[in-house]
């Protein structure tokens, strides 16, 4: 999986910050995460192509997570795009968007289809041979969910030399590879334990914002390899993280110490801040693998 | 007046080029002209004090005329701002933005005044003791309106040598700069234009964009003194001016010979040229007084 944030800032777009918006790519598919103001500025300054990205999630109808959408939908028209797009998000999105196209009588080039959310209940709402996507519930002032994004394990990896020493046909490998045992001519059972490798460890990515501290979600987004966790706020703030439904860098770190993710990620700061190195100290007094989102930052894992 | 642009390129916000808006200042007025993806940076950027910005028109429902709207509405309202804010646009923009704000649960700190434009015949939309703003119907794909801002007329200039020279007493000063004449004690009537001097000329701006070519707008912005007419392509593509409901560069010139303006400053320019200085020779085979509009560009007048 590779990470690109476009944007982790809360509020508004500013000269140097961007509202949040994040680009994962699994296996070669590329999905859009959120899109405030300035998304399709951010995708081309990161060089991500926009024929690429057949999947927007959204995870809340407030403005700096919304608002660069339908310049993002009307883009991809004037490129001439054919390929279908899907878009998830909150219930009241498809009537946004389909209002804003029929004003601007504007309709697209290609196939526009919403999936809009209802469920206070995590649920699946993609899924193909490589890739499933879940809600994660969020707690914030408006209805909000986060998105578990799971590669699907691969096939295991054929242990040759096994095979060969129990005299295995080669017609029997694919059923290896799929986990099955293999009967021998005597009657004798393989473990397929012994005539395979585990894959290639399935890797999963967890969004989470924005919301208040909300121990709901560790069952969902547990042993994730990246929680991207927003943390609006610093220790001083917590009260006011308490009052709007955000969350600390301290309350970050907790959610991910005890969902035993791999990696932090933190986002969503507050532009009150001079800076944000201080998100990170703050963090990391609880949850040792932090990583300071910003905008721009792209790593794989 | 002075002029910022904002942003005067077509279609969809780049890296380095803006959607359509202009900032227009008239003797302390700020009044904002269209509003594309990213306005707000814009604004920031050329250091445009939100708060002093009460009055938006929006020529048409495309997109990069619009999509800025909403999100520098929000923004208002994060700043905390309690001032009324009016938008001058095509019916459609209220249920717009209302179903944004209604969606994002996000109702504005201050008042919001709309305007609903539907009218095919030019009308005044604003006025009060220092400006008019008038609608320039346009002929676009869309129903669109450009914008004629005026100066109101200021006093006349006292002549205080004539009227000394008259022995004119100075209760009697006010009705000369109102325009009056002034009868002396024996009856002779001194007419005003011995006692006081043109005012300072009242300016005008015009804003056309966008539009086909369309003789109808001349009498409308007849000598103005800044014309800002949209130029989406060169000669080259003239066929296509005409199909898209576009204007050339040379079509924007022989607008602003045939209404006697004093300056033409071209723009909307389609992003499929390299650079934008053919648009400037092209309409100087027509019209001498060009100025090339770009981002960021400002100037007083």
Redesign the interface.
């Known amino acids: 999986m590779k990470l690109t944030i476009l944007g982790c800032y809360a509020?508004?777009?500013?000269?140097l910050t961007n509202p949040t918006s994040q680009v994962l790519e699994i296996k070669n598919r590329l999905f859009l995460i959120d899109c405030g103001?300035?998304t399709?500025?951010q995708l081309?300054?990161n060089k991500i192509k926009f024929s690429k990205i057949n999947h927007i999630f959204i995870s809340h109808?407030?403005?700096d997570h919304?608002?660069?959408l339908?310049?993002t939908i009307?883009?991809f028209s004037?490129l001439g795009r054919t390929t279908d797009l899907h878009i998830y998000g909150p219930k009241?999105?498809k009537?946004?968007i389909l209002?804003?196209l029929k004003?601007?009588?504007?309709w697209t080039t290609y196939n526009l289809f919403f999936h809009e959310l209802e469920s206070k209940e995590s649920e699946v709402i993609f899924e193909d041979n490589r890739v499933i996507v879940k809600t994660i519930p969020l707690k914030h002032?408006?209805y909000t969910n986060g998105y578990l994004f799971q590669e699907k394990p691969g096939e295991r990896k054929l242990n040759v030399e096994a095979a060969q020493h129990y005299n295995i046909h080669t017609a029997y490998y694919q059923k290896i590879k799929n986990g099955g045992n293999v009967k021998l001519d005597d009657g004798t059972v393989i473990e397929n334990e012994k005539l395979s490798f585990d894959p290639i460890p399935a890797m999963s990515y967890a969004f989470c914002s924005d919301t208040v501290y909300n121990e709901d979600v560790i069952p969902i987004i547990e042993n994730a390899d990246i929680l991207y966790h927003e943390s609006t706020f610093l220790e001083s703030e917590a009260p006011l993280a308490q009052k709007t439904l955000h969350s600390t860098a301290k309350e970050a770190a907790r959610i991910a110490l005890k969902a035993n993710v791999k990696h932090l990620v933190l986002g969503h700061y507050s532009t009150r801040y001079d800076g944000i190195e201080r998100f990170k100290e703050e963090a990391e007094e609880i949850f040792p693998n932090v990583i300071l989102g910003d905008d721009g930052l792209s790593f794989e894992f």
Not at 11 to 15: F, N
Not at 103 to 106: A, G, K, N, Q, R
């Open positions: 509020a508004t777009p500013r000269t103001e300035g399709q500025v081309r300054k109808l407030h403005g919304l608002y660069g339908i310049g009307s883009t004037l009241g999105i009537e946004l209002l804003q004003l601007t009588e504007s002032r408006v």
